[in-house]
């Protein structure tokens, strides 16, 4: 497949563009905008539009979704989350750092379908899990812990709702949507003739479902918790005033991040699978 040089000019061009935009929303600190123009001009400009859009999809509706009733979710869960709702350097790389990795191996091993079949499921889980995230915590029901049952406050780690997890399994969708069509039209500009790759339609909607249930079985496992002075269970280490928080559970190296990172490759490996399923 190779290297295309305008290909690069053109994702570095629109990331810039629309992490920029995302900046001056507040979606996105400085470090994040870094994190996608970094993570954007590989991705698309090693693996393509189809991957290019599928990296937009999930950065615009995530960015979208963090502003949907953002005064209701700061009084529910905002001290749960490790972080705010802009996204910084770790959190830009942990959500598409490794589809900037695979694009890269993609261009430079020609192209092979298992590596866009990995990097769908690893879009659907971010994308899944963000909207989990943005979504779930508006439930009008108390979620519960995935492996107990037992009601939790809202933005507990591992905890999940109705609502929550037919979000995740809408913004999967979504992802392998955006893949097939665009990997379909791009053939057809090429005047060659489309195959349609149907099977992304359930890889990525399998992939970001499982990839999503697979964050919030660690989140209620190894994830890193912390216990505020006030009895409450938060990711943070720190409270807002520099408190020390006090550690309860899970692993201490396991932070959000890497939960992302490595719940977005069970989702990737689910979505191999669907393609050796479907080949």
Same mark, same amino acid.
């Given at each position: 497949?190779?290297?295309?040089?305008?290909?690069?000019?053109?994702?570095?061009?629109?990331?810039?563009?629309? @992490?920029?935009?995302?900046?001056?929303?507040?979606?996105?600190?400085? @470090?994040?905008?870094?994190?996608?123009?970094?993570?954007?001009?590989?991705?698309?400009?090693?693996?393509?539009?189809?991957?290019?859009?599928?990296?937009?999809?999930?950065?615009?509706?995530?960015?979208?979704?963090?502003?949907? %009733?953002?005064?209701?979710?700061?009084?529910?869960?905002?001290?749960?989350?490790? %972080?705010? @709702?802009?996204? &910084?350097?770790?959190?830009?790389?942990?959500?598409?750092?490794?589809?900037?990795?695979? !694009?890269?191996?993609?261009?430079?091993?020609?192209?092979?379908?298992?590596?866009?079949?990995?990097?769908?499921?690893?879009?659907?889980?971010?994308?899944? &899990?963000?909207?989990?995230?943005?979504?779930?915590?508006?439930s009008p029901h108390r979620p519960?812990?995935?492996?107990?049952?037992?009601?939790?406050?809202?933005?507990?780690?591992?905890?999940?709702s109705v609502l929550g997890t037919?979000?995740?399994?809408?913004?999967?969708?979504?992802?392998?949507?955006?893949?097939?069509?665009?990997?379909?039209?791009?053939?057809?500009?090429?005047?060659?003739?489309?195959?349609?790759?149907?099977?992304?339609?359930?890889?990525?909607?399998?992939?970001?479902?499982?990839?999503?249930? !697979? &964050?919030?079985?660690?989140?209620?496992?190894?994830?890193?918790?912390?216990?505020?002075?006030?009895?409450?269970?938060?990711? %943070?280490?720190?409270?807002? &005033?520099?408190?020390?928080?006090?550690?309860?559970? @899970?692993?201490?190296?396991?932070?959000?991040?890497?939960?992302?990172?490595?719940?977005?490759?069970?989702?990737?490996?689910?979505?191999?699978?669907?393609?050796?399923?479907?080949?």
């Amino acid at each position: 497949m190779g290297v295309d040089v305008a290909q690069i000019g053109m994702g570095l061009l629109l990331s810039t563009a629309i @992490g920029g935009l995302a900046y001056w929303r507040q979606s996105l600190t400085m @470090g994040g905008w870094a994190g996608a123009i970094l993570t954007g001009t590989a991705t698309m400009g090693f693996g393509g539009w189809a991957w290019g859009l599928a990296l937009i999809t999930f950065f615009v509706s995530s960015s979208a979704l963090s502003h949907y %009733k953002e005064r209701i979710k700061e009084q529910r869960a905002a001290e749960k989350f490790a %972080k705010g @709702g802009r996204r &910084d350097l770790a959190q830009a790389l942990a959500n598409g750092g490794v589809g900037a990795l695979l !694009a890269l191996l993609y261009a430079l091993l020609g192209g092979p379908p298992l590596l866009l079949a990995l990097f769908a499921g690893v879009m659907a889980t971010v994308t899944a &899990d963000t909207w989990a995230t943005e979504l779930g915590v508006l439930s009008p029901h108390r979620p519960r812990l995935i492996t107990s049952g037992k009601p939790v406050e809202p933005g507990t780690s591992g905890g999940v709702s109705v609502l929550g997890t037919s979000a995740s399994a809408l913004g999967g969708l979504l992802i392998g949507l955006v893949m097939f069509l665009s990997v379909g039209a791009g053939q057809l500009i090429a005047g060659q003739a489309a195959a349609w790759p149907w099977w992304l339609l359930p890889a990525g909607l399998l992939g970001g479902l499982g990839g999503s249930l !697979a &964050d919030s079985l660690m989140g209620a496992t190894v994830q890193a918790i912390y216990r505020y002075p006030s009895g409450k269970e938060t990711e %943070k280490v720190v409270g807002k &005033d520099g408190t020390p928080n006090t550690f309860v559970r @899970g692993w201490r190296w396991m932070n959000n991040d890497m939960v992302n990172l490595l719940s977005s490759l069970v989702g990737g490996l689910i979505a191999m699978l669907v393609y050796l399923l479907a080949a």
